[in-house]
């Protein structure tokens, strides 16, 4: 693989479940990113890792978690998903500041 | 709080016309500042970015226009075709956020879908 690969590409959810969005990326890259895209909205950080070891909470934490116990995966938990939590979610990824960004293609997830 | 506000949401040009996005941002902080483009069921994708220590950037038929005192910043596509029908995004980098790795968490604006009509 190269790049960024996400896993599942689309899934729908009962509320309350417990899910986790998978995102692994070959790159060696330090920095990895979660993100939620809603219309209208744009793309919010929900968590982030600046390298393996660390997290930190974006702007739209809140219901989320995520480890970065490697380089190359970043695994993103609902413990118990809501509705509001419908949404397409994108993983990326940066190897240094002022380079470029690259985004895996996204899951679309939908809680019912 | 939208630290980076971005318009229009929606933008209909006709093809070889100019396709103009804008965005304003709040913290004068912020040193770098990309534009992603984005296709429809695909990730956003790295278009041009721009430090603010220089007014404009050209890509090809792309350019990004930069105004440090009033905190704006464009997107501007010359000769737009029906490919370049997309979202874009407009974004602003924290260096507050860049931790031991020296990289940054990105803001993004709301984006603006662009349509052109051939």
């Known amino acids: 693989i190269a790049g960024i690969t996400q896993a599942p590409t689309s899934q729908i959810l009962a509320a309350g479940r417990r899910m986790t969005l998978r995102c692994t990326q070959d790159m060696r890259h330090n920095a990895m990113y979660w993100y939620r895209q809603d219309l209208g909205l744009g793309l919010r950080l929900i968590h982030y890792?600046?390298?393996?070891?660390?997290?930190g909470k974006g702007e739209v934490p809140d219901g989320y978690s995520v480890s970065r116990a490697n380089t190359d995966d970043f695994p993103l938990t609902l413990a118990s998903a809501v509705p509001s939590q419908t949404s397409v979610y994108f993983c990326a990824s940066i190897a240094s500041s002022y380079n470029e960004q690259f985004f895996g293609p996204g899951t679309r997830l939908t809680v019912l | 709080q939208q630290q980076v506000k971005q318009s229009p949401q929606s933008l209909i040009v006709q093809k070889g016309g100019i396709s103009i996005i804008n965005c304003a941002y709040e913290?004068?902080?912020?040193?770098?500042f990309p534009w992603y483009q984005q296709f429809p069921g695909k990730g956003p994708a790295l278009l041009i970015a721009?430090?603010?220590?220089?007014s404009e950037k050209k890509e090809g038929r792309f350019t990004i226009s930069f105004n440090k005192s009033a905190k704006q910043f464009s997107l501007h596509i010359m000769d737009s075709q029906p490919g370049d029908s997309a979202t874009y995004f407009c974004a602003a980098r924290d260096p507050r956020s860049r931790g031991s790795s020296n990289t940054g968490k990105l803001i993004f604006g709301q984006g603006t879908t662009l349509q052109v009509k051939p």
């Open positions: 913290n004068t902080a912020f040193d770098y």
């Open positions: 890792s600046n390298t393996a070891g660390t997290t």
């Open positions: 721009i430090r603010p220590d220089v």
